[in-house]
C-alpha cells in the first residue's frame, strides 16, 4: 500500500517538515536526469502550487516491464514521484479501483485537466480487424488511444512496444501492431524506446513539461536528445578494449572474464542510441546487458532489436579509434621470433651506445684532481744560527 507523503508520513518518517522534504526530493528528481539546481527550485515552486501533471497511464501489448522499472526508481522513490511530483490517476496496475469505478476515475481526470494531462502509453496497439486483440474496459486500444490523446498537453511512448511497436510487431505481426506514432501521425509524441525503458528518462521529461510546460529537445525519431543523442559504444566502460584491438572471442574465454569488448559476441552498441552506459537502470550500475557480461541487443532500435539475430555482427561506422589513443592493431598481439631478435639487436646497441656516451660525458665532466701544496722553505734567523 502507498503512504501519501505529506507532513504525517514522508516527512514525518525522515524527522524534517513537508517544505524541507519537498526540496530535497525535488534536489534528487532533478539531480537523477541531469537538470540543474535552478529546474529543482522551479520544480518545488510548482509541487508547493499544487501545479502536479495528471498522468493517465495506458498499458496495451506489453509484459509491464517499464511500469516494473518505474517501481524500483530511489531518486525519488515511487511513492515521492506519483503523490508529490505528479499526480497518478490512472493505471492499471496500480490504481486501488477496478473497473467500472477505474474507467470512471480515468474520464474524470481527462474532463477536469483537459489539454494539460500527459498520456503516458505503454505497449504496442494493435490495428489488425479494426484492433479487436486488445480491450480494456469494452474499448480497443485504437479506441483509447485516439481518445485519450485528443485533450492530452503531453503525450508518451514508454518502451520500444509503444515506440515502434517492439516484439509484438516482429515477424509475422499478426495483429498489425504499431507504435503510438504510427497510430497517431498528426501528433507530437515523445518515444522513449527500450526494453524495459529506463525510468528516469521518463521522468526527465514528466519534470520538464510540470515545470516548464515544455518537452526537450528531440531527434527525427521522436526521442529525446538528453537520452538518445550518443550510441551506447560512444561511453560505453568497454570501449577502452575495442580502442585497443581487444576482444572477447567467445562466452567464457578469457577475454570475455578479463571484460574485453564485446562486439564479436554480436554487440549492437555501436549501433544504438540510448544512455545505458551513462544512467544505470534504478541505481544498479551493472543492471543492464553490457553490466553483466552480454553484449548489447540493440532494443531501443527499430530494425535491430527482436529482428537480427541476437549474436550476428552488424557493420560499424567508424572503426578507427580516437586521434588520443594510439592504433593498435587486433591481431598484434604476438611478435615473431625474427622480429624479436632484430628489436634485440636494436634496443641492445642503442643501449650500449647509451652507457658508452655516458662515461666520456661523465669523464669529460670531471674535474682535475688538486696537486699536493709545494713544501714551504726553510728561514734562519738570529746570531745563534738556530732554525726558526
Not at 490495428?127 to 498537453?153: F, H, M, N, P, W
Not at 525519431?221 to 576482444?247: K, L, N, S, V, W
Not at 531501443?300 to 589513443?325: E, R
Request: some cysteine; charged content about 15%.
Amino acid at each position: 500500500m502507498l503512504l501519501p507523503l505529506v507532513s504525517e508520513s514522508g516527512g514525518a518518517r525522515r524527522g524534517i517538515g513537508r517544505r524541507e522534504f519537498l526540496r530535497r526530493t525535488c534536489l534528487l528528481a532533478a539531480a537523477a536526469v541531469g537538470l540543474p539546481a535552478s529546474a529543482a527550485a522551479a520544480i518545488e515552486r510548482a509541487v508547493l502550487a499544487g501545479k502536479k501533471p495528471s498522468v493517465i497511464w495506458l498499458s496495451f501489448q506489453e509484459c509491464t516491464g517499464c511500469t516494473e522499472s518505474l517501481l524500483r526508481t530511489s531518486h525519488p522513490a515511487l511513492d515521492e514521484l506519483i503523490l508529490d511530483l505528479i499526480s497518478l490517476d490512472y493505471h492499471e496496475a496500480l490504481s486501488a479501483a477496478a473497473g467500472h469505478q477505474a474507467e470512471a476515475a480515468r474520464e474524470a481526470a481527462m474532463r477536469e485537466h483537459a489539454g494539460k494531462y500527459v498520456l503516458v502509453v505503454e505497449g504496442a496497439i494493435p490495428t489488425k480487424d479494426d484492433g479487436i486483440y486488445c480491450k480494456v474496459g469494452g474499448k480497443t486500444a485504437l479506441q483509447l488511444v485516439r481518445e485519450c490523446s485528443e485533450q492530452a498537453g503531453a503525450i508518451i511512448a514508454i518502451g520500444s512496444c509503444a515506440a515502434w511497436g517492439g516484439i509484438p510487431s516482429s515477424d509475422p505481426d499478426p495483429t498489425g501492431a504499431q507504435g503510438v506514432k504510427q497510430v497517431l501521425p498528426a501528433k507530437a509524441v515523445v518515444s522513449l524506446p527500450g526494453c524495459p525503458a529506463n525510468p528516469y528518462n521518463l521522468l526527465g521529461v514528466v519534470l520538464q513539461y510540470a515545470s516548464f510546460g515544455t518537452l526537450p529537445a528531440l531527434d527525427d525519431q521522436g526521442r529525446p536528445q538528453f537520452a538518445y543523442g550518443r550510441t551506447i559504444h560512444e561511453d560505453c566502460p568497454r570501449r577502452p578494449h575495442f580502442d585497443a584491438g581487444r576482444f572477447a572471442q567467445q562466452f567464457g574465454d578469457e577475454g570475455h572474464r578479463a571484460g574485453w569488448c564485446l562486439y564479436k559476441l554480436g554487440c549492437k552498441g555501436p549501433q544504438t542510441y540510448a544512455n545505458c552506459s551513462l544512467q544505470p537502470f534504478c541505481e544498479v550500475p551493472g543492471a543492464w546487458p553490457i553490466g553483466i557480461g552480454h553484449p548489447c541487443f540493440g532494443c531501443t532500435m527499430p530494425g535491430i532489436a527482436f529482428s537480427v539475430p541476437m549474436h550476428t555482427n552488424l557493420p560499424i561506422a567508424q572503426t578507427t579509434p580516437p586521434t588520443t589513443y594510439a592504433p593498435v592493431r587486433p591481431e598484434g598481439e604476438r611478435v615473431s621470433p625474427w622480429a624479436t631478435g632484430v628489436v634485440g639487436t636494436l634496443v641492445g646497441g642503442a643501449i650500449g651506445a647509451g652507457i658508452a656516451a655516458s662515461l666520456k660525458f661523465a669523464a669529460a665532466e670531471k674535474p682535475a684532481a688538486p696537486s699536493a701544496p709545494a713544501e714551504a722553505p726553510r728561514e734562519t734567523a738570529g746570531p745563534a744560527g738556530k732554525e726558526v
